[in-house]
């Protein structure tokens, strides 16, 4: 079988098969454990960096010492003059001389204290990803919808240097996961997130941000779960309920997402002689978002589009 292909399995019409197959798819540093790395890697070119003391080391040490710095620590590195006690203005600069909160990502959104915003602890999320390389996050401001949304940044402490790659907004659930990701020489920032409007409804986002120019840049986004119940077009009087799960593979040249949907007829307990509780057929597809310059470009549509409402 091969993965650039739709593949239908079960019983299907013949027509619906034919379809199917038919279509193109300066701050005091907290004490920490250091770890040692290589010091040969390729990474980003810092867009700011600061200076940190130096790191204790074995005498016998050879590779790069990567230190550990909390949320609060980087927070004063991103934003310049950042101090708790005055806390942080609407109209502040980050490192690279942009507005933090001035942008279309974070329109709308509120200050629940007010502003200037004295920042906690609890409102900072830390994430680690390969080489020592963070992803900082800070939800700041609140939406209607129950989004929340602030400044973003891909860090490294490293030796005697704070260094940070990229900084942009994102705007989300609270509880998104943000993690930095090596995709060949490319460092990307992931951000998922759950949304459900009910049970039956239900998606996992991915969101893709590049580095580029000292921004994190979002480019991309593909689905990663995703299930919805509809009535069935082929089984009159039944519902069908359409599941897809992705396989993501970051390569050098872009990001493969393997979709696999189910589709099946749910089932209804309490009417057993219903034929229903059965799969009808499974549709895998490989796709790839192709790294091109300052974007990624897909290079299909996803498999959700063209098989959804179909059964």
Request: proline letters at 6%; one cysteine or more; hydrophobic letters at 40%.
């Amino acid at each position: 079988m091969r993965l650039c292909d739709p593949v239908l399995v079960k019983t299907t019409p013949v027509a619906l098969l034919l379809a199917l197959g038919s279509v193109s798819f300066g701050c005091v540093e907290q004490q920490s454990t250091a770890i040692e790395v290589p010091a040969r890697q390729t990474l980003p070119v810092s867009v700011c960096t600061n200076q940190l003391p130096p790191p204790a080391r074995a005498s016998s040490a050879k590779g790069a010492v990567v230190r550990s710095l909390d949320a609060e620590q980087w927070m004063r590195f991103l934003v310049p003059g950042y101090e708790d006690a005055s806390g942080l203005s609407p109209t502040a600069n980050d490192c690279t001389g942009h507005y933090v909160f001035a942008n279309e990502t974070l329109r709308h959104g509120v200050s629940a204290r007010g502003w200037p915003r004295v920042l906690d602890a609890g409102e900072f999320d830390l994430r680690t990803g390969p080489k020592g390389l963070q992803v900082v996050r800070l939800r700041a401001v609140n939406f209607e919808d129950g989004d929340v949304g602030g400044p973003i940044a891909l860090v490294r402490a490293i030796d005697d240097r704070a260094e940070i790659y990229g900084v942009g907004s994102y705007r989300g659930p609270s509880d998104a996961k943000l993690e930095p990701v090596r995709m060949g020489n490319e460092m990307l920032v992931v951000a998922e997130a759950k949304r459900c409007p009910d049970v039956t409804n239900c998606r996992r986002i991915a969101n893709y941000f590049l580095v580029r120019r000292g921004r994190l840049i979002d480019v991309a986004t593909a689905d990663i779960e995703r299930v919805q119940r509809m009535p069935s077009l082929t089984e009159r009087g039944l519902y069908a309920e359409y599941r897809m799960t992705t396989d993501v593979s970051y390569l050098p040249e872009g990001i493969r997402l393997l979709e696999q949907v189910k589709v099946k007829i749910i089932p209804y307990p309490n009417e057993p002689d219903r034929d229903s509780d059965r799969l009808l057929r499974t549709v895998e597809f490989a796709r790839l978002l192709r790294l091109e310059r300052d974007s990624l470009f897909a290079t299909n549509e996803s498999l959700w589009e063209r098989v959804v409402g179909q059964d």
